[in-house]
């Protein structure tokens, strides 16, 4: 008997400790989902998707785009908000940056959530195709609105046939250029802001870098305090008045800070020599203001001509592609004339040797 109590009695204790202790029983479970989560998704998404092949639907061109919008979006985002966090929060997000090939595994994500059944491969070929057939209209609309009326048709009045004749491409549909023109303009957008952020951002840089002095009120024409002799003394070493970096022409942002010390230095040294000066700062703030802008266009315009001048290698590439194919077509078109040639002398001297037979058997019969 006793023995047939021990073991109910011992599973009544399990049970016990299994209603009062519900927490150790479930935090062991947790560990083990780590190893398949982190390896299941590139298995399964390597063994169940199934790709499409063929030619692009409008509906999944116009897909990619939205995609690659949201994509140039989601790192804009990323980007602005690691640059307003504090240093030690935004290293490890720019020691650790996206790879392309993982930006354009989040655009076959997104497509396929929507229905484009596309590798992430098709999606990065497509977006250059895309792009190189956008560039080419693009360029050849500018060139019909510089030309007079009438002298160049426009791309969307021209025919198939006629968009071929002028080496343009013959398919690209009015909603995907709106779409693609849409897109690299919030990109171009993008890029003036962030040619312009490291100038707003530079103001707080020199706070270190002087010395503690005083809180000062923003310019006005009533004379501060006066400050002891020292602590002008002890203001650090400043750049000349006529310093070459003042005088509206920026290269660098080293330059920029420079400048800004010297906006600081000299509205410093103005408000301690009883508001003297006050329209000097002024003067200078508005020359820093009207060569940022001015930096900021050349900036706009290198970018553009280098983006032209990778259109314009990758178009003699496809030239040179295409002149290869031609010389291939031609040489294979020589071969077989050659085969032709030889095939008709062979069939001719065929010809002629049976004649020559015939004649010799008619010659022996008589």
């Not at 609105?145 to 009438?150: I, T």
Request: hydrophobic residues 30%; charged residues 25%; contains cysteine.
């Amino acid at each position: 008997m006793s023995e047939g109590t021990e073991p109910s009695s011992s599973s009544l204790a399990l049970l016990h400790h299994h209603h009062h202790h519900p927490q150790q029983q479930q935090t062991p479970p947790p560990p083990p989902p780590p190893p398949p989560s982190t390896a299941s998704p590139s298995v399964a998404g390597a063994i169940v998707r199934g790709y499409r092949k063929g030619n692009w639907t409008l509906h999944e061109t116009l897909i990619l785009i939205t995609a690659k919008r949201l994509d140039d979006e989601r790192r804009a985002g990323g980007s602005s908000s690691s640059a307003h966090c504090s240093p030690s929060a935004s290293t490890p997000a720019a020691a650790v940056p996206r790879s392309a090939e993982q930006r354009w595994k989040w655009v076959e994500n997104y497509c396929w959530r929507n229905g484009c059944l596309r590798s992430q491969n098709q999606c990065n070929d497509k977006w250059d195709n895309l792009l190189r057939d956008y560039k080419k209209v693009r360029g050849y609309e500018a060139r019909v609105a510089a030309a007079h009326a009438g002298e160049l048709p426009s791309y969307w009045a021209m025919e198939r046939h006629e968009r071929k004749e002028r080496n343009l491409p013959t398919n690209l549909a009015a909603e995907v250029f709106e779409a693609l023109t849409d897109v690299l303009g919030r990109r171009a957008a993008r890029r003036a802001n962030a040619a312009a952020t490291p100038v707003s951002t530079l103001p707080p840089a020199p706070i270190p870098l002087s010395p503690p002095r005083f809180p000062q009120p923003p310019v006005i024409p009533t004379a501060p305090p006066p400050l002891p002799e020292p602590a002008a003394a002890a203001a650090p070493p400043t750049l000349p008045p006529g310093h070459p970096s003042a005088s509206g022409t920026l290269c660098s942002p080293i330059d920029i800070t420079r400048i800004h010390l010297e906006m600081s230095s000299d509205s410093s040294e103005s408000e301690n020599d009883d508001g003297a000066g006050t329209a000097e700062p002024e003067a200078k703030r508005q020359r820093l203001g009207s060569s940022v802008v001015r930096s900021a266009t050349v900036l706009a315009r290198t970018l553009l001509a280098c983006e032209e001048k990778r259109e314009q290698r990758h178009r003699e590439l496809v030239e040179l592609e295409e002149r290869r194919l031609r010389l291939e077509e031609e040489r294979t078109e020589m071969r077989r004339q050659g085969f032709a040639g030889l095939i008709s002398a062979v069939n001719s001297l065929s010809g002629a040797i049976h004649a020559l037979v015939a004649d010799y058997r008619n010659g022996n019969h008589r």
